[in-house]
Every structure is written in structure tokens, then in C-alpha cells.
């Protein structure tokens, strides 16, 4: 798994342990490339702004992130680009676009299990309404970074054909209700790559933290934290069923403090795990859903009391282990600060 941190880039590597990443030379490609986005409060210099990560399961030292950008230093709007690097960290370079592409047509990651897809759309500004279809170029590597092919987005044959549809240039999330397409694959209609808005899932809330997650058998459920019903199932992408989940710490499990509701995640194991508490007023904690069950139990993982000053941002699930990023580093233990903190899954089970 691979995550942005306030100090760069954190991936986990064999046995989860925790690498960091370093971006230090970043900050200038963007710079000498008129992309970076400018000065920060506080901060002497341009800064390089982590936006996402994606690892390529064949390649473990290559790690693409997608680096916050803008044209001169103008923002609005602010763009996404790419880059790679393929020794963790010690050298950095632009992927390059597809043909007819500028590094600023960044539409986002596509991470599949035999590699990952750049997504590029110089036009694509608003979700898809009902009804129209598309066809988006990506640009993918079979060697990790080094050699690139363009491509058109494209849906493996018996995979699940579900995904979220390129991000746009944008402003502040906190000042906007820009919406992003949930496209389903038609090529076994169109026969070409068209993507098509997604049942009456269209859009999601990019501002959110959405999770896809695909399962063994093909299923899909989508994780959005701004709905009322924050968990919804498919097989096709066309149609979708609403999870009916029972309140989480007394408080209904989508959308309970608006505008959205608490960090969850879904586990390799089928449990579905959230983030409880205020960092207002009482320390945050896991609370755990298990598959079949109809009530949530507290858990035996504690976070750090820290989290009253600097909760929980995001929650992943890899294999063995659930990763947890924080606002900021917070202490634990030792004198020693961290930005993540790892669970490993074979000990997170309900406190008795």
C-alpha cells in the first residue's frame, strides 16, 4: 500500500513495514517546469504536495505519485501530475503523457492487479449524465516506469468493469460541489473501451475519500461517507443495492457529521471498520462490523489520545494489515512521531 504523508510518500513494503518515500527532488521538476503551485504560508519555498500514490504489485520499487500542481503558480485551478520513481525515491521522473496529451491532462490512477494505468482527458470537466458514454486514453508500463504505451481505459475480460472516472482540474474541495463520474465498462456493448456513468450511482463526492473495493467473487461495494446509505453493492455497475448498516458509536454510519460521516474502510478479511470518538472532545477509535453480524463492537486497537489534535485522515486495508494516516505526525511512544500507525489484521478483534 502506498500513501501521501507531510513528509513525502509512505509505502509498506514486505512484513508491512513502513518506508518512506522521499520527494525531495520534486519540488524543482515542478518548479523548472512551471508547475509548481507556489508558496505556502509559513513555508521559504515552493513545496511539493502529495495528491496520490499507486504501487505496481510486479514492480516493488516503483511508486507513481500524483503531485498537485498549477500552470505558473496560478491557482485556481489546481491540476494533478504524475510522476515515477523507480528506486524509492532517490531519482524522480514525469510520466510521460500520451500523444496529444500535456502532463497537466492527469485524470488519475487506474491499479490493477497486473499493473497501473495513467488516465489523461484534456476536456473532461463535468460527471457524465445518464445515458452518455466515453472513451479515455491512459498510458500504462510493463516495466515499471522505464517504457510506456498508450492505451484506451479498458476493462479485462471477466474482471469487474467499475471505477471512478477521471478527476479535473478544481479549486478548494471545502468550497466546491464538484462530482465525479462512477463509470461501468460497455465493451461488451460498444465494443471499443466506452465507459458509461454507472446506474443510479452516478457521481460520488471526490472531496470524500471514496473506496472501491473489489472482491474475489467479483462483487464490488462502493464506500462513500457523504451519503446517508454510506455502503452500496454490485455485481454490473448498473445496478446498486444499499448496504443497511446499524449505527456506530450512536450515530447513523453515512453522513452522521455533516457534511460527511466517519473514516471506514473494508478489510481483506470481509469486516468493515471505522473510525469512532471526536477528536473534539474525547480520543478517536476502531469500532469493527463483522460479515453477518448486526452491531459493531469496539476493538481491542487503540489510537494514540493525539488524535484530539489530529484525527484520523485516512484508513486502508491491505492484505495482512490495516494502515491508519493522521493529520499531522502524532507521538507513539519512545519520544518518536509517525504520520501512519499499522495494525495487522490477525490481532484487531472485538474488546470483550
Known amino acids: 500500500m502506498g500513501w501521501c504523508i507531510p513528509t513525502g510518500v509512505a509505502i509498506t513494503a514486505v512484513g508491512d513495514r ?27 519555498a515552493a513545496v511539493a504536495v502529495c495528491g496520490d500514490v499507486a504501487l505496481d504489485p510486479r514492480h516493488p520499487l516503483t511508486v507513481y505519485v500524483a503531485f498537485q500542481a498549477s500552470k505558473g503558480g496560478v491557482i485556481p485551478p489546481s491540476y494533478g501530475v504524475a510522476l515515477v520513481t523507480t528506486n524509492l525515491g532517490k531519482s524522480w521522473r514525469f510520466v510521460p503523457p500520451p500523444k496529444g496529451y500535456t ?59 467499475v ?9 478548494a474541495c471545502g468550497m466546491s ?16 473501451g466506452m465507459w458509461r456513468a454507472a ?11 471514496e473506496q472501491l473495493v473489489t472482491t474475489s467473487s467479483g462483487s464490488e461495494f462502493l464506500i462513500d461517507r457523504s451519503r446517508q446509505s454510506a455502503l452500496l453493492y454490485t455485481r454490473d455497475g448498473i445496478h446498486w443495492t444499499a448496504v443497511s448498516l446499524p449505527k456506530v458509536g450512536g450515530a447513523p454510519a453515512g453522513n452522521s457529521v455533516p457534511p460527511y ?28 462490523l463483522k460479515p453477518q453480524s448486526n452491531t459493531w463492537c469496539a476493538t481491542n ?23 491508519i494516516t493522521f493529520v499531522s505526525p502524532i507521538a507513539t511512544g519512545g519520544g518518536t512521531k509517525r504520520a501512519a500507525v499499522v495494525v495487522p489484521l490477525a490481532t484487531l478483534h472485538c474488546r470483550t
Not at 513502513?18 to 519540488?27: E, F, K, Q, W
Not at 476536456?123 to 517504457?147: C, D, E, I, M
Not at 471505477?163 to 479549486?171: A, D, H, R
Request: aromatic content about 8%; charged content about 10%.
Open 18 to 44: 513502513l518506508t518512506r518515500v522521499s520527494d525531495g527532488a520534486v519540488t524543482r521538476m515542478l518548479a523548472r517546469a512551471h508547475l509548481a503551485l507556489g508558496h505556502f504560508a509559513g513555508s521559504p
Open 103 to 161: 502532463l497537466t491532462d492527469f485524470a488519475g490512477f487506474v491499479e490493477r492487479p497486473t499493473g497501473v494505468e495513467m488516465l489523461y482527458e484534456s476536456n473532461y470537466f463535468f460527471p457524465l449524465k445518464p445515458g452518455q458514454s466515453a472513451a479515455f486514453v491512459a498510458a500504462t508500463s510493463s516495466s515499471g516506469g522505464r517504457t510506456w504505451t498508450d492505451v484506451n481505459l479498458a476493462c479485462p475480460s471477466g474482471a469487474p468493469c
Open 163 to 171: 471505477t471512478f472516472g477521471p478527476e479535473s482540474p478544481q479549486g
Open 177 to 192: 460541489q464538484w462530482q465525479q463520474s462512477v463509470l461501468v465498462d460497455t465493451a461488451n456493448e460498444y465494443r471499443g
Open 199 to 209: 446506474g443510479t450511482v452516478d457521481t460520488v463526492n471526490p472531496c470524500v475519500g
Open 261 to 288: 460521516g466517519p473514516v471506514m474502510t473494508i478489510t481483506s478479511t470481509g469486516a468493515l471498520v471505522a473510525v469512532t470518538g471526536s477528536q473534539f472532545q474525547t480520543a478517536e477509535h476502531l469500532a469493527m
Open 301 to 323: 486497537a487503540l489510537l494514540p489520545v493525539a488524535t484530539r489534535s489530529d484525527p484520523v485522515v485516512t484508513m486502508q486495508s491491505g492484505k495482512s494489515a490495516l494502515v
